[in-house]
C-alpha cells in the first residue's frame, strides 16, 4: 500500500510543477461502518483532460517527458487485486486532482 500511496502522491507533487500554486495535498481519510477505509488525495495542481482521465490507469500512459506510465497502473493493481479495494479519479484540466480509494480495513487472509 506505501507503494501504492506514493505513486499517487508522487503525482500530485508533479502536478504542481509549471504552476504558481501553493503545493499542497490534502490526504484524507475515514472510516465507513467499522469496516471500509475512504482514502482521497486531493491537489490542485495543473489537473487532467478528459481523455487523459480515461487513459491514466493505463500502463505507459504519460504526459510527461521522463514519465514511464506506471505509477497509477501499479498504485490500481495493489489497491484493487492486492487489497480487495478500489481506485477512482477527478480531475479538472487547469485546476486539479482528486484520487479516492477504498479499502475493507481487514483482508480474508488468503490460502495458496
Ligand atoms: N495528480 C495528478 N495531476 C495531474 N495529472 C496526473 C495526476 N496523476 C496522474 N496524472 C496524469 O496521469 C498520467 C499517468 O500517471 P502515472 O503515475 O501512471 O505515470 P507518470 O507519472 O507519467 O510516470 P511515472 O509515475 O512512471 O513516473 C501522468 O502522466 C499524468 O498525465
Ligand atoms: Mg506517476
Not at 505509477?71 to 487485486?81: C, F, H, M, V, W
Request: glycine fraction near 10%; aromatic fraction near 6%; include cysteine.
Amino acid at each position: 500500500m506505501l507503494q501504492a500511496l506514493t505513486n499517487i502522491i508522487q503525482n500530485s507533487v508533479e502536478a504542481y510543477a509549471g504552476t504558481q500554486r501553493p503545493p499542497e495535498i490534502l490526504v484524507e481519510a475515514t472510516m465507513y461502518n467499522g469496516s471500509r477505509v475512504h482514502m482521497t488525495i486531493t491537489d490542485h495542481g495543473c489537473g487532467m483532460s478528459k481523455e487523459a482521465v480515461g487513459d491514466a490507469f493505463m500502463l505507459f500512459a504519460t504526459s510527461k517527458p521522463h514519465g514511464t506510465g506506471f505509477g497509477l497502473a501499479i498504485a490500481k493493481k495493489i489497491i484493487e487485486s492486492d487489497h480487495g479495494g478500489a481506485v477512482y479519479l477527478e480531475s479538472t484540466r487547469g485546476q486539479g486532482t482528486k484520487v479516492a480509494i477504498t479499502l475493507p480495513r481487514e483482508q480474508e487472509v488468503r490460502e495458496w
